[in-house]
């Protein structure tokens, strides 16, 4: 049965050990999915055609009991399975997850080149389990950078960096808006502006040359050219879902900022309640400002047939 879009992320916990600024989940007591309910949302979302599946937070690896889950996908379903973390998880919790199977790793990553602490504590520990996983034979790695102001001019050097090195590059622009966002905050700086669209031009036209001569990108053509346009003014608006959003509590989200108006489980959309879900997506995308996360757009787009 496929009625669901081929990939799904699954925000698995709002807890995170990170500050980042651009990020507003929320904090505090979230009543989670136990790993019993976690398994059984596996199963539905294979049952409805996903292929891959894409763990982040918050900081996926606060969940003790991520690995089991990666073992049970890798043994009991066909489905794969990636991380997306900050990298503050000790050696331990990374072991764990070789040992389970895991596969497939991106991290958050920005400029080292940098004299803010944050950045390059994020940037040291990024290259510390990046290096860990490759010699421990992970067969896709990869960082997810947010181009900003502060690092417009650095991001082709990153991408040609990484590809060096066998890692991939997923971009997205910083995302930021008001409104009743369940990610994005309202940035009283740091946003792109118009000041920046020249770089952003400059950007685009060189991350083009890069994937010509096979650098490791996810992201499309498209995507990529836009950045200089909708990547400052995020009035990029999808037209279906293009991807599957759980959240931690084990409900589909219409994106990734909008929780809807009704809970609707996978369960729920495989037994008549998929209609219900495409009338409120609908809905909510209407009153939309706009955006342009990759995730929604199409990240994981130039991973190996592998991983689509």
Request: charged share 25%; with cysteine.
């Amino acid at each position: 049965m496929t009625v669901f879009p081929p990939i799904c992320q699954y925000f698995i916990t709002r807890r995170c050990n990170g500050g980042c600024a651009i990020c507003a989940l929320r904090k505090g007591t979230c009543q989670e999915q136990t790993f019993k309910e976690a398994k059984q949302s596996m199963l539905d979302l294979e049952k409805g055609g996903v292929k891959g599946v894409k763990a982040l937070g918050g900081e996926p690896t606060l969940v003790r009991w991520l690995p089991v889950l990666v073992s049970f996908v890798n043994n009991e379903t066909g489905l794969r399975l990636a991380i997306l973390s900050n990298c503050h998880f000790n050696k331990e919790m990374a072991e764990r997850l070789v040992t389970a199977g895991l596969d497939t790793f991106f991290a958050s990553y920005d400029i080292p080149e940098t004299k803010d602490h944050g950045m390059r504590e994020k940037a040291r520990k990024a290259h510390e389990v990046l290096a860990f996983f490759r010699a421990r034979g992970l067969k896709i790695l990869g960082v997810n950078v947010v181009i900003a102001p502060h690092n417009v001019t650095s991001i082709a050097a990153i991408v040609e960096k990484m590809s060096s090195k066998g890692i991939w590059t997923n971009l997205s622009s910083i995302i930021h808006g008001k409104g009743n966002f369940v990610i994005r905050t309202e940035m009283a700086e740091g946003m792109l502006a118009d000041k920046d669209r020249p770089h952003l031009e400059h950007l685009s036209q060189k991350l083009i040359e890069l994937k010509k001569a096979g650098a490791l990108i996810t992201n499309s053509d498209e995507y990529i050219l836009g950045l200089g346009t909708t990547g400052v003014d995020l009035d990029w608006h999808c037209t279906k879902p293009t991807m599957l959003q759980l959240d931690y509590d084990g409900q589909v989200m219409t994106c990734p900022d909008r929780e809807g108006q009704k809970s609707f489980s996978p369960c729920d959309l495989l037994h008549g309640e998929l209609d219900e879900f495409e009338r409120q997506w609908k809905e909510d995308a209407s009153k939309c400002s706009g955006c342009y996360w990759s995730a929604a757009f199409d990240a994981f787009f130039g991973l190996p047939a592998y991983w689509r």
